[in-house]
């Protein structure tokens, strides 16, 4: 395993522990190939980020990459407002749940607190943290990590860190398994979502 996780596994690391694997293996090959509709939307809408070209203004900084020492992390920021000092993170689009109230996923608080702690360990003073929904152009303000906050990320990094992917007993919930775009490689949804292709007992 690499000393410095990477942010763009974390993710896929909160899905499943161990498509983190194959996540890497998938590194080396056109996005195109093995996305499904969502990532692919995702991919498209942070294109002008990635390449740079999201804003012309000196003051925003954009796809720039950032780590932290403490943490040993490292990932891509979308974007930091150097003059309001507010840090975003693109989606496709924030959808709302039952009772109205937008759908923010664990994962994307930690998201932004992992983009917050590589820039705060580079002297940013990062002052607020949001969502951008790009399809309805709504923000979401994201708050900073409360000491509970805190402690649940840092566990998160322990349990990236510990996980072996050869441990025995290692269970996977299966409908997971059907909606993961690592399936086809993966060896634990050949043997227990689908027995009947095992050839040998
Ligand atoms: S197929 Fe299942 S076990 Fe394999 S990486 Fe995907 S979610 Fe994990």
Not at 5 to 17: A, G, R, V, Y
Request: with cysteine; aromatic share 20%.
């Amino acid at each position: 395993m690499e000393q410095y996780i990477k942010l763009s596994t974390l993710n896929d690391f909160i899905f499943c522990p161990k498509s983190i694997y194959y996540h890497t293996l998938y590194d080396n090959y056109e996005k195109n190939l093995y996305q499904e509709q969502a990532q692919k939307e995702g991919t498209k809408i942070h294109e002008s980020i990635d390449n740079k070209t999201y804003s012309t203004s000196k003051h925003i900084l954009q796809g720039v990459s950032v780590y932290n020492d403490y943490y040993e992390i490292a990932g891509k920021i979308d974007i930091f407002n150097t003059l309001t000092w507010e840090l975003i993170e693109r989606k496709t689009q924030i959808f709302l749940d039952k009772n109205k109230k937008p759908k923010i996923y664990l994962w994307y608080k930690y998201q932004l607190w992992w983009q917050m702690f590589c820039l705060e360990e580079m002297w940013y003073n990062v002052k607020s943290l949001w969502i951008y929904s790009v399809k309805d152009n709504k923000k979401y303000r994201i708050y900073k990590p409360s000491t509970n906050g805190l402690l649940y990320f840092e566990n998160l990094l322990k349990k990236y860190r510990k996980f072996d992917l050869l441990q025995k007993n290692w269970k996977q919930n299966t409908q997971k398994c059907l909606k993961c775009i690592y399936r086809e490689l993966c060896d634990y949804y050949i043997w227990e979502v689908y027995p009947q292709l095992k050839l040998f007992d």
